[in-house]
């Protein structure tokens, strides 16, 4: 079952939709096809989830003037047995 998770700076939340912005990676993730045109991962396997780091550093604590910095990492994990091509069409998609 894949999993795709999302770690980010809690000082993204008032500038990103996290909700919404998970629904459309499982949207994503789940129009993927095969070389066969067949479905790659399972409707009810699929999970995109986003963790907030309440407490963080980022690259040297020296933000541009004006600016705060902040981070998004995204890790996508699935199981065995899909081509390279359909991993790469995925990160892509996503």
Known sequence: ??????????????????GPMCRELADAMLAQR???????????GTRVL?????????ANGQPPAGKEMGFMYLNL????GRSAAVKKATGDAL
């Open 34 to 44: 095969d070389e066969q045109d067949q479905v790659v991962f399972p409707l009810g």
């Open 1 to 18: 079952m894949p999993h795709l998770v999302i770690l980010y700076t809690s000082n993204l939340e008032d500038k990103v939709k996290f």
């Open 77 to 80: 994990r699935m199981a065995g």
């Open 50 to 58: 986003a963790y907030p780091a309440a407490h963080f550093a980022v």
